[in-house]
C-alpha cells in the first residue's frame, strides 16, 4: 500500500511505472529455440541474484545476452566465494587466485559455502554455466577468463593485505585502485564483449579512461551510500584522505554533533564520483546497439540519481537510503536514448547543486566541476546557437551527431507506447465515468 500511494502521489512516475509495465514491448525475448534447459537455469540463477539487473540483461541483443549472462553469474560465483567468512583462509585464497582454471573444465562445483550465503546456489549449480560457458565464441570466453582471473587475484590480494585489513582504505589511489578491481574491470570485459559483437567502434577500448569510470562511478556512489550498513557489517571503503579531514575516527560521523562534518564529507566523495561523468557520457555515446546502450545506461542514469539522493543527505549516516521504484521505472523509459540520460544528468546536476550550501568547504569545486559537466553537455548538442552560428564541429559533437540517428529511430516506438497508455487510459476513464453515472442514476 505505502508503495502505491508513493505513485499516486508522483503522476510522472505512476506513468512510467504503467507504461513500463503495460505500454512497452521488449526488444529482444530470451525464449527461442535455441534456449537450452541449462540457459533457462542460468537465467533463473541470475535472476536470483539481481532482479533489476536480470531484466535488463535478459532484454540484450542475443550476441550479447549468453555471454553477459554467464559474465554475470562467473564473477557473482566469484564475489560469492570472497564475501563467505566460514570458508578456511587458505581454500578461499587458493580459489579465488585459480577460479578461472575452473572454466577451462566441463563440470566443476563448490557446496563449500554457509548454507545461509546469499547466491550460493551460483556455486552449487556452477556446471551449467559452465555447459553454457563452452558455447560461447572463443574470443568472448578469453574476454571472461581474463577478466575472472585478474579479479580473483585482485580480491586474494586484498584478503592477504595486513595494512587494509586493519586500517581500511588509506589514499585516493587506494580507493580508485580498490574501485578498479570491483567494477573497472567488469567495465574492461564489457567494453571488450562488445566491440567484439560490433556494437560499438573498435576505438572505444582505445581510451583505457572511459570504461574504467563507467565502472568507478557505479562504485563510488554505492560506497558512498552505503556508508552505513558497511559499517554494520564491520567494514569500510571510505578513503581515509578524505574522512580524517573531517573526523579522527569514521564511525564519529554517527554522532549528532558530528552529523554537519559528516555531510561535508559526504559531499566531498561526491565531487571525486562526479569526476567521471565527463567520461561516462562519452562512452554512451560511442555505443550503437540499442538494447546495448540501454544496457550500459540505466545504471549510470541510476547512479547519478543516487549520488543526488545521498548528497547532503543526513540519513546516509544512520540508515539506507534508496531512489524511489517510480523514479527507477522513469529513468529506465527516459534513459533509452542518449539526449534522454543528457536530460537526466543535467537535471540531477541541477538538483546537487540547488542543496549546495555555501558554507561547505568544496563549495567552489563543487560548482566548478558541475559547470564543466554542464558544458560538455551544451558542447555536446550546440542547439542553442543564434541562427546565422555554426556548430563547432568538436570530437564529442561529431560522436553525439552519430549516436542522435540510433536515437531517431526509437522515436516511433516511443509514440506507439504513448498512444497505447493514453488509448487503455481514456478506456480505464470512460468505464470508471460510466459506473459513476449509473450509480448516480440509482441514488438519485
Known sequence: MGKLLQLASHPIELKAALKLKFCRTPLFSIYDQSTSPYLLH?????????????????????????????????????????????????????????????????????????????????????????????????????????????????????????????????????YDVYCHYVAGLVGDGLTRLIIIAKFANKSLYSNEQLFESMGLFLQKTNIIRDYNEDLADGRSFWPKEIWSQYVPQLKDFMKPEKEQLGLECINHLVLNALEHVIDVLTYLASVHEQSTFQFCAIPQVMAIATLALVFNNRDVLHGNVKIRKGTTCYLILKSRTFRGCVDIFDYYLRDIKSKLAVQDPNYLKLNIQISKIEQFMEEMYQDKLPANVKPNETPIYLKVQERSKYDDELVPTQQEEEYKFNMVLSIIVSVLLGFYYIYTLHTA
Open 42 to 174: 542460468c537465467f533463473e540463477l541470475l535472476n536470483l541474484t539481481s532482479r533489476s539487473f536480470a531484466a535488463v540483461i535478459r532484454e540484450l541483443h542475443p550476441e550479447l545476452r549468453n555471454c553477459i549472462t554467464l559474465f554475470y553469474l562467473i564473477l557473482r560465483a566469484l564475489d560469492t566465494i570472497e564475501d563467505d567468512m566460514s570458508i578456511e583462509h587458505d581454500l578461499k585464497i587458493d580459489l579465488l587466485r585459480h577460479f578461472h582454471e575452473k572454466l577451462l573444465l566441463t563440470k566443476w562445483s563448490f557446496n563449500g559455502n554457509a548454507p545461509d550465503m546469499k547466491d550460493r546456489a551460483v556455486l552449487t549449480d556452477f556446471e551449467s554455466i559452465l555447459i553454457e560457458f563452452h558455447k560461447l565464441k572463443p574470443d568472448y570466453q578469453d574476454v571472461i577468463k581474463e577478466i575472472t582471473d585478474k579479479m580473483g587475484n585482485g580480491m586474494a590480494d586484498y584478503i592477504l593485505d595486513e595494512n587494509y585489513n586493519l586500517n581500511g582504505l588509506q589514499t585516493v589511489h587506494d
